[in-house]
């Protein structure tokens, strides 16, 4: 499950309730703008890919990501 803070649709504290909800289940937290979390971010693309190219049992209970473009960043 990929959780983004900064989603408009769908909120962060969501994905944390579904995840703890599903048995077995990992959580990317990403930082990243918008309704998606994927091409938004490296650490999380990465994951993503991991987790489906090899067996999730040795994958990290959660995942904490930033997004590559900040929009508000100095």
Do not use: E
């Not at 490296?42 to 590559?68: M, N």
């Amino acid at each position: 499950m990929i959780g983004n803070r900064w989603d408009p649709v769908t909120s962060y504290d969501s994905a944390v309730k579904v995840a703890r909800l599903l048995p077995g289940s990992r959580l990317v937290s990403s930082d990243s703008w918008g309704h998606t979390a994927l091409l938004t971010s490296a650490c999380v693309d990465t994951t993503v890919w991991s987790y489906l190219l090899h067996p999730p049992a040795r994958a990290p209970k959660a995942t904490y990501c930033r997004g590559d473009v900040q929009p508000f960043a100095s």
